[in-house]
């Protein structure tokens, strides 16, 4: 029999009534919230330094002060990783609500205070990503509601599944599968239809429900959703997650390293996609920990240039600008978005922007230093100045980076509702991670034939996000026969010249034939991850569909080809 495991929630700010949705739209067994992110960590590192009861994600809380009686009422169980930096503070404040749940804390991610000591630096948090067997045993200790700090998202899933099966450590190909569904349903609605490329397809976008995995013992699963919630879920809708935020094909977590290479999926009738024949293997030795630092002080400034001379009137304002700063920032950057057009209808249409960004590690430097050379040039610069706002105070901005730890470093514990401890012990079989981009393109489509030149976007699908400072960006096609040309046309080549900021920088490409995708890595793009705002989109949400908007070669023959996918 299977495990239904929902999801309420994607990110720390998702829909708040979710969780009543999910409660009262169906059968389920387990609820998950997946509520953070590494910008998620940075914020509540600096919240619980303000206030010590401070630290998790209080949105949870509200949605459990409204549905737990509900929770206990209906059987279902309550996984979720919103403890954040203060685990222990949900748990207290859970119980304060005063209803009969035995709660459980997984404890032991926070490295933090011996950072120094274990090579980590020391940063504002120091938090390591840990697996699922702790989820597993407070539920298995019977648990309805299990709290969590820094697990890895899929362990939402994963615990649920281990403590339903009896799974152990050897049981590889089973955790990898569970693996796989929990990266699908992680992300709530993106799994349903949400930000989904190919927008028209579906047919009921406004409010999309959010999705369920129905685990199986051998880690087989089906994605689907609550019958009469909206959105959708196909091959196309869990494709463009699976391909979310991954690296190669191998998907390292502290239980099992997941090959994605592996991955089938088939539409088996409406909102119903399985997954199947993923396969495990040994997790690596080391823990990823994740490590937010204060990295200094931002502060920015928008003018808006219109109509004629766009170019001069943007360096007569540089030169100003940098005339009159009295501060030598440590950073100071400038970026002309030529959003204007000729004989433009609109003043809007007809304008571009000027954005000047600067960062120090003091407050001052880039505090009323910076804004007053901008605020007084109001009446002395380009004609038709302008500014999108005025500049305010200086920001302190954070900074991601990884660290790695051995297995063993973290104290991985799980706190049961009568207060007693049961430690985790770490995996006895790891091995080392290997890098596995996939099989090589294979002979590319008759060049002979016609082509048109067209946006890529017509054929591919992409969705996009950040890795720390990394970008990935995963792109698919939805028919057999475009795949081989799809697979042909990516290469490091192709995309530093699509995307010309990638051009200075690594890139590395992961073919995985088995969905039809090719997964793309851009070291670096994000800077020093999303906090550092070191680009136009921080986080790489747009970069999928702008590598869609540009122009390529596509053969003629795949234009007419039929795209969607088979239902049975």
């Not at 960006?473 to 057999?480: E, I, Q, T, Y």
Request: net charge negative.
């Amino acid at each position: 029999m299977s495990l239904r495991v929902g999801n309420c929630s994607g990110f720390y700010g998702d829909r708040l009534a979710a969780m009543r949705e999910m409660l009262e739209g169906g059968e389920l067994d387990v609820l998950t919230g997946d509520y953070l992110a590494e910008l998620t960590m940075l914020i509540l590192g600096r919240d619980r330094a303000g206030d010590p009861a401070a630290g998790y994600a209080r949105t949870f809380l509200t949605q459990l002060r409204d549905c737990l009686r509900l929770a206990l009422d209906r059987g279902v169980r309550i996984v979720s990783n919103a403890g954040g930096v203060n685990p222990p503070g949900l748990v207290a404040a859970i119980r304060e609500l005063g209803l009969p749940a035995k709660v459980a804390l997984v404890r032991g991610d926070d490295l933090t205070a011996r950072a120094g000591a274990l090579g980590l630096g020391s940063p504002l948090g120091a938090h390591a990503y840990l697996g699922a067997f702790g989820i597993a045993r407070a539920l298995a200790a019977g648990a309805d509601v299990v709290v969590t700090g820094r697990v890895t998202d899929a362990s939402l899933v994963v615990g649920p599944a281990i403590a339903h099966f009896g799974w152990d450590r050897t049981d590889l190909d089973a955790l990898a599968g569970a693996t796989v569904a929990g990266h699908v349903i992680e992300c709530g609605t993106q799994a349903t239809g949400g930000n989904y490329p190919f927008l028209d397809e579906i047919a009921d976008p406004i409010h999309p429900g959010f999705p369920i995995a129905e685990v199986r013992r051998d880690g087989s699963s089906a994605i689907t959703k609550h019958p009469g919630s909206g959105g959708a879920v196909t091959v196309g809708t869990v494709t463009a997650q699976l391909v979310y935020e991954v690296g190669d094909a191998r998907y390292a977590g502290p239980d099992v390293t997941t090959r994605l290479d592996t991955v089938s999926l088939r539409q088996a009738g409406p909102d119903r996609v399985e997954i199947t024949g993923v396969r495990g293997e040994p997790p690596p030795p080391d823990l990823k920990v994740c490590r937010t630092s204060i990295g200094g002080y931002r502060n920015e400034m928008t003018v808006v240039l219109t109509g004629l001379g766009i170019e001069a009137k943007a360096a007569l304002f540089r030169r100003q600008f940098e005339a009159a700063c009295t501060a030598d920032p440590a950073e100071l950057t400038w970026h002309l978005a030529r959003l204007d057009r000729p004989d433009a209808p609109t003043q809007q249409q007809a304008s571009a922007l000027l954005t000047v960004v600067a960062r120090d590690p003091d407050e001052k430097v880039v505090g009323r230093a910076f804004s007053k050379s901008g605020v007084e040039l109001a009446l002395a610069s380009y004609p038709g100045f302008f500014s999108t706002a005025p500049p305010g105070r200086a920001h302190p901005y954070g900074i991601f980076t990884a660290g790695f730890v051995p297995q063993s470093v973290a104290a991985h514990e799980v706190v049961l509702d009568d207060g007693s401890v049961v430690p985790i012990d770490p995996p006895s079989l790891t091995r080392p991670l290997e890098p596995l981009p996939g099989p090589p393109p294979g002979p590319a489509p008759d060049e002979a034939g016609p082509s048109r030149r067209l946006p890529l976007g017509i054929l591919a699908g992409a969705r996009s996000g950040d890795k720390g400072g990394d970008a990935n960006v995963g792109v698919w096609v939805r028919d057999d026969s475009a795949y081989p040309w799809l697979a042909s046309l990516i290469t490091e080549r192709t995309v530093r010249k699509l995307l010309p900021e990638a051009a200075e920088l690594p890139v590395r490409i992961t073919r995985l034939p088995g969905i039809r995708a090719v997964n793309i890595v851009i070291e670096g793009l994000l800077g020093r991850g999303v906090a550092d705002q070191a680009r136009f989109d921080p986080q790489a949400k747009g970069l999928g569909e702008w590598l869609r908007s540009r122009h390529v070669d596509i053969p003629a023959s795949l234009l007419a080809a039929p795209a969607g996918e088979e239902e049975e």
